[in-house]
């Protein structure tokens, strides 16, 4: 077995409303930072054993499916890397 850390990064689907990323936005452009558009997000990071960096990444999904997003307001994405 080999150690993995899989980063599972969690937003909103577009065209959800995202009060965060709204509010922030708007504060940055107060700073004088031009924007088209802010998404906020949310970033685990999972320490797992598998026997393969795809073995990790499937786990790395279902973890996600099943907890770390709610699909129907959600996208996430799954990036494994060799710990």
């Known amino acids: 077995m080999t150690t993995y850390t899989a980063t599972v990064t969690v937003r909103l689907k577009r065209g959800v409303l995202?009060?965060?990323?709204e509010?922030?936005?708007r504060a940055l452009e107060?700073?004088?930072f031009e924007l088209d558009?802010?998404?906020s997000a949310d970033q685990f990071?999972?320490?797992l054993?598998?026997?393969s960096a795809?073995?990790?990444?499937?786990?790395?999904d279902e973890m996600a499916e099943r907890l770390l997003a709610n699909p129907t307001i959600h996208d996430y994405d799954v990036e494994?890397?060799?710990a």
């Open 30 to 32: 107060r700073l004088g």
């Open 23 to 25: 509010t922030t936005k």
């Open 45 to 47: 990071e999972v320490d």
């Open 49 to 51: 054993d598998a026997e």
């Open 80 to 82: 494994v890397a060799e």
């Open 18 to 21: 995202d009060p965060e990323a």
């Open 54 to 60: 795809a073995a990790a990444a499937d786990r790395a």
């Open 37 to 39: 558009a802010l998404r």
